[in-house]
């Protein structure tokens, strides 16, 4: 098990030894131990499946470990569920947000609180004006009385850290917070999480993000399948101190993968050739772009700029305003139908919400797409082996492909939607944040493997709001502005400013 010694830095708030848990045959966490402080922010670093989420959701109340003890400044206790830590001061704040949308903003953050109630129930009065103070300690300024859907995802954020304030929490954990925020929301966000480390709060933050990581934290402790690998403060790390005790290799071969061999070819061949694209919500403005065989185009965008819009809109999910969209100069209409017929193949942005059933196996979640066609496999046997095929090549981690996908890690579930994209075997793959909730390890795997895909003759558009990822990938960079196309450049052309320009329809 382990803890390393290091400076002293006083008492630790809270104490975590020996922590073990099992789902079934797979172990996620061995004897593993964590150490927080008062007044510091302890990144959890590790692949998907190092076991950083289940330890945090033990923490947290959200799942019991098998075995290990928890001490809360000097005293043992047991989190039986959420409520039990959260009296004890120990709030998660998990990647998929727990707020109800059709509530208000005070509603969510007094949800279960026994504070804002009198003899008659529910004190209004009390609860606004409660709640208006702690959104001035995130230096929030909103109407506490809107639907919280109606806000956009980096408020929701901090209105469920507002949530864990509420409950006077000292020690807030925060899974992947960054996951579904652009850089200027993460940076509002981290401005947040360092004036709560101030005030003494201690913060646990999981990211797979190296550049976060490194900017934001004072102490990291690493994991490594389900077992403690290292711990050390600020001053000892660096990128290739994480990535060694990650995955076990150093930085030359995790990092930079070459672009693909469509960057040098003069040869292309006009894969998609898309004239005027408008969606009926006015999100996409009359967007023309070709795409060629055997490249990476990436798109990149500041949030709002109508990348996400326009991707669904050119396989079918969004109503097409007009315009036209042809493949190998054949006409391919506005239904989703239509754009699978083409082979065009779009592995979505948020894979819990629109592409993924956490409740049906591994097996079924790749095949999803393919079944009822008429080359589909007959036999159990013939599904399994493909199944297995796809796994094996895309070094999917899982105990069983017939196991719920739910039992498998983000990294290894969006490379389940990958496989179930690939196997189609379309003309066009569309990849909307590829490697959203990805550790760097498999980042890599996926890099290769766009990059495999490309020299065989696939045209492949990722769409990433990190600009680092979007001038590693490519072969051409595409950017878009209010809706339309703002940019298209070759990739040794396309430096970080540039592209910045283009995105904010300032490039002359």
Not at 50 to 57: D, F, I
Not at 207 to 215: D, G, N, T, V
């Amino acid at each position: 098990m382990g803890m390393s010694t290091s400076e002293a830095l006083g008492d630790p708030r809270v104490v975590m030894e020996g922590m073990s848990k099992a789902f079934g045959p797979v172990q996620a966490l061995n004897e593993v131990g964590l150490a927080l402080y008062p007044g510091e922010i302890h990144t959890l670093a590790g692949e998907n499946g190092s076991g950083k989420s289940t330890l945090l959701r033990i923490l947290g109340g959200v799942i019991r470990s098998d075995a290990g003890q928890i001490t809360v400044e000097g005293v043992v206790h047991d989190f039986p569920n959420v409520r039990a830590a959260m009296r004890e001061g120990v709030t998660v704040v998990s990647q998929e947000l727990s707020l109800v949308p059709a509530l208000s903003v005070a509603e969510n953050v007094f949800l279960g609180h026994q504070q804002v109630r009198d003899a008659r129930g529910i004190n209004w009065k009390k609860t606004q004006a409660a709640c208006a103070i702690l959104l001035k300690r995130l230096n929030l300024d909103i109407d506490t009385s809107v639907p919280v859907g109606t806000l956009p995802q980096d408020q929701q954020q901090l209105i469920e850290i507002a949530r864990a304030l509420a409950f006077d929490s000292k020690v807030i954990l925060l899974d992947e917070p960054t996951s579904s925020l652009e850089p200027t929301e993460v940076e509002s966000l981290f401005k947040v999480m360092r004036q709560l480390r101030d005030e003494g709060v201690a913060i646990v933050f999981i990211s797979h993000r190296m550049r976060e990581m490194l900017e934001i934290s004072d102490r990291y402790t690493v994991l490594r399948d389900g077992r403690f690998i290292d711990t050390a403060p600020a001053a000892e790390v660096d990128s290739d101190w994480l990535i060694e005790r990650m995955v076990l290799k150093r930085r030359d071969s995790v990092a930079q993968a070459p672009v693909s061999a469509g960057a040098v070819a003069t040869d292309r061949v006009p894969l998609v050739e898309v004239e005027g694209l408008r969606d009926r919500a006015g999100r996409v403005d009359g967007v023309s772009l070709t795409l060629y065989s055997g490249e990476v185009a990436g798109l990149a965008g500041l949030a709002g700029a109508g990348r996400t819009e326009f991707v669904e809109t050119l396989v079918g999910y969004r109503h097409r305003e007009s315009g036209s969209v042809r493949v190998l100069d054949k006409q391919v209409g506005g239904t989703t139908r239509a754009a699978v017929e083409a082979g065009l193949s779009l592995v979505p942005d948020d894979r819990r919400f629109k592409s993924a059933v956490l409740e049906m196996s591994v097996r079924d979640n790749l095949l999803l797409s393919s079944r009822g066609a008429p080359w589909n496999p007959r036999s159990k046997s013939q599904e399994a082996a493909i199944v297995r095929g796809w796994v094996d090549k895309l070094r999917i981690k899982t105990s069983d492909i017939d196991a719920p996908l739910r039992t498998l890690s983000g990294g290894n579930q969006q490379k389940v939607i990958i496989a179930r994209c690939l196997q189609v075997s379309p003309k066009l793959l569309i990849l909307d944040e590829p490697t959203r909730g990805i550790d760097l390890g498999a980042r890599a795997e996926i890099y290769e493997l766009l990059r495999t895909l490309a020299a065989e003759g696939l045209s492949i558009l990722a769409v990433s709001s990190e600009l680092d990822e979007i001038l590693q990938i490519s072969d051409r960079v595409l950017v878009m502005h209010a809706g339309q196309l703002s940019a298209d450049m070759p990739r040794s052309e396309a430096t970080e400013q540039l592209v910045i320009a283009a995105a904010t329809g300032h490039l002359q």
